[in-house]
């Protein structure tokens, strides 16, 4: 009589028996119940202060790290400077050899006045709140894995890093994610999957800006033509942007603040805009249209302008390195009776930033759930301990090998 041998060794075996899916739900509740949207500092410092304890069983050193300053600008045209909350991150035995990133954001996109503020059961698998699965759940996964793999005895080095403004950019926390990437090994980040449990693979970039253009009033009806119309050429610049938009390249003018009573030249206008280029090639290309196409409006309309804004996400491509961190996973899901696939999407996280620092990234490590940045964000229950199990595995068997 022929025995099917496990795929999995007894180390692997013993660490994955000691994820706990009911004490991972309660964290999710316990962490959802808590309005963490980017800009409510003080439900963001109560995430921290959560998280904080929980991660604190781990064997490493917990920090909170201040914000970077970041700025916006305002509908006047002025330059503001924003807050931000702190950021967690522990470092775990970083005179290690092999080093592994792990990522994930405490902030969600629903402010504290939102009226999406509830735990609903939709079914005995489905949790409906917010964040349950962008990213509460992401980040029970990544715990309870960390948990497991440490339970054997693993001596990988290792950083986490939930931030508190992934939600809006990271502008805040870009440098901190570009230090922590430096020498890893792999990164793994907690977005959620798609239901099916599909990962993200090939991401495209995104850039916003906001041009401001100051004019000349005038009276519409007596003296119209010694006014410089500020709307007329904010209107200009934005469909002379999507022009731009072609294979590769989405350009989305989203928005133009200005203009007041109808008898009145407008002298101030800003204009909002999105680019998210699929290559670093449609970025460049994207920078340097922009460039231009400000300058020729301002001139054509005599106006004066001044931008702000970046292109805060680069494209994620699939190269050798995360390609290899791909078939990983694969064969880890496979192990633990799991189809794993990735497919191209236009969103965007932090696993752009850390993949243009060249360091192998997955990340869509987190639970299955869908419907996200709405009212009808769910979490499919049963993925909890699922893909737990799937991360544990993933860094035990890179920590074996000592590479990819």
Not at 60 to 65: I, K, T
Not at 107 to 116: G, I, L, M, N
Not at 350 to 362: F, K, Q
Request: glycine share 10%; proline share 5%.
């Amino acid at each position: 009589m022929n025995v099917t041998q496990s795929p999995l060794s007894t180390e692997e075996k013993s660490a994955l028996a000691t994820i706990d899916q009911s004490a991972m739900l309660q964290q999710v509740i316990n962490w959802s119940a808590v309005n963490s949207g980017t800009t409510n500092l003080a439900g963001l410092a109560e995430m921290a202060r959560l998280l904080s304890d929980a991660f604190a069983t781990l064997p490493g050193e917990v920090m909170l790290v201040e914000p970077a300053p970041i700025s916006k600008m305002t509908p006047d045209g002025k330059i503001q400077d924003i807050k931000r909350g702190q950021h967690l991150h522990i470092s775990v035995r970083p005179e290690a050899k092999v080093r592994l990133l792990f990522t994930g954001h405490m902030d969600t996109v629903f402010p504290a006045d939102h009226s999406f503020q509830d735990q609903v059961w939709l079914d005995d698998n489905t949790l409906n709140g917010p964040g349950v699965a962008d990213m509460n759940g992401g980040i029970a996964v990544m715990l309870a894995a960390l948990k497991a793999v440490e339970a054997v005895g693993c001596d990988i080095g290792y950083d986490v890093m939930i931030n508190s403004d992934e939600e809006t950019g990271s502008g805040a926390s870009a440098e901190l994610i570009t230090a922590l990437a430096k020498g890893k090994t792999a990164a793994l980040t907690y977005e959620p999957a798609l239901p099916d449990g599909t990962l993200a693979g090939e991401r495209g970039g995104s850039g916003n800006f906001s041009i401001c253009f100051s004019g000349r009033s005038a009276h519409a009806g007596r003296n119209p033509e010694e006014g410089r119309n500020a709307v007329v050429a904010a209107a200009a610049l934005a469909v002379a942007l999507k022009a731009l938009t072609r294979d590769g390249l989405a350009v989305n003018p989203a928005k133009i603040d200005g203009g007041g009573a109808n008898n009145v030249v407008p002298d101030h206008a800003i204009l909002h805009v999105n680019f998210r280029p699929r290559t670093l090639e449609m970025e460049a290309f994207a920078k340097s249209e922009l460039q231009r196409l400000v300058a020729e409006i301002a001139t054509e309309h005599e106006v004066e302008t001044h931008m702000h804004g970046s292109f805060g996400r680069p494209p994620k491509p699939i190269d050798d390195g995360a390609q290899k961190l791909f078939d990983l996973v694969k064969k880890c899901g496979a192990d633990l009776g799991l189809t794993i696939a990735h497919r191209a999407t236009g969103g965007v996280c932090d696993g752009n930033n850390i993949a243009s620092c060249g360091i192998p990234v997955v990340d869509t490590m987190g639970v299955r759930g869908g419907a996200i940045h709405s009212p009808d964000e769910f979490l499919l229950v049963d993925s909890l301990s699922e893909r737990a199990r799937l991360s544990a595995l993933t860094i035990l068997r890179i920590a074996k090998k000592g590479s990819l």
